[in-house]
């Protein structure tokens, strides 16, 4: 039997859900912004990256863990992770909610870029780098095609980017061999790029290096505080849900893999000491 849940709501935590820790990204931000909310975050650190996985994999896992979220008590869940916005979402939203839980919602962080970009350049020339997934999916190239149809879009995946940021070797030299070669690939396709988008929210670890080795008045793009302005305005456009969005300021914090190496790392992107729970995700 379906598990259909269309009975009345009750408040809860906005869900936050990334294969990692890049959402940590978005969190810190939607902190700082929207503070009076309570906040879960989940990374599915267990069986991450999510980046070089198939659309199967990728919608499997994401759905499982907006479930988890659901159990914990959202009623509003952020797939604060651009692979798994390209590739689980319209599936989720289109599918799995109606079927199992019609009053829920998930929103993603492709739509509130994608929707911006097109007021950043004035070559009309934006650069796009993510995930293997991402970039595959062309769900940024279609979006923005949708919203600023005067802009030319070069795309660029990074795959060893977020496995660095992963394993903590982000700000070692090693990882400039690999930041200067997926940026010297998307200018070799057109010098004129004067925005790039970083499609991964786990990119804003990089901006250091990145900078390095982009031209001079290159716009870098990163979406946490895009992603914020976007969800606060959406709460506000939104009275029927955002009432159900409980307001103690709580932040809880949940890991599919071990509670020790997730707090150390996480420390780094949320920029403050975090102290999460594991959770079986199946
Ligand atoms: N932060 C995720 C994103 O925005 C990383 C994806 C991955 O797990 O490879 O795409």
């Known amino acids: 039997m379906k598990n259909i849940k269309t009975n009345s709501l009750v408040k809860g935590p906005i869900g936050i ?10 969190l810190k931000e939607l902190v700082k912004q929207i503070p009076q ?3 879960i975050y989940l990374g599915d650190n267990a069986r991450a990256p999510y980046g070089n996985r198939s659309y199967q994999v990728v919608t499997n896992y994401t759905t499982q863990c907006v479930k988890a979220l659901f ?27 109606p079927e199992n839980f019609p009053t829920k919602k998930v ?13 950043y350049s004035k070559t009309g020339n934006v650069g796009i780098l993510g995930t293997s997934g991402t970039i595959s999916s062309m769900s940024y190239p279609i979006e923005i095609n949708h919203f600023s149809p005067h802009i030319n879009v070069f795309q660029q995946a990074c795959p060893m980017w977020v ?21 010297d690939l998307l200018f070799e396709q057109s010098a004129d790029i004067d925005t790039i988008i ?15 080795y982009i031209p001079a008045g290159v716009k870098l793009i990163s979406q946490n505080k895009i992603v914020a302005n976007s969800l606060s305005n959406y709460l506000y456009r939104h009275p029927e849900i955002e009432k159900y969005c409980s307001k103690n300021a709580e ?13 150390f790392t996480a420390n ?11 959770l079986e995700i199946i």
């Open 107 to 119: 929103l993603g962080v492709l739509r509130p870029t994608t929707e911006i970009v097109g007021n």
């Open 198 to 212: 970083l499609a991964c929210t786990h990119y804003p670890l990089l901006i250091k290096k990145i900078k390095k």
């Open 71 to 97: 159990d914990l008590g959202c009623n509003l869940v952020i797939l604060a992770c651009n692979t798994a916005s390209a590739k689980a979402l319209r599936t989720i939203q289109q599918q799995y909610l």
């Open 163 to 183: 496995p660095l940021i992963e394993n903590n070797e982000h700000n070692d030299n090693g990882a400039d061999y690999f930041v200067k070669k997926y940026l």
């Open 268 to 278: 780094t992107f949320f920029g403050k000491k975090v102290k999460s729970k594991h």
């Open 251 to 263: 932040i809880k914090f949940y890991t599919s893999d071990d509670c020790l190496s997730f707090d």
């Open 37 to 39: 909310y309570d906040y």
């Open 17 to 26: 859900f990334d294969s990692g820790f890049g959402g940590l990204t978005i």
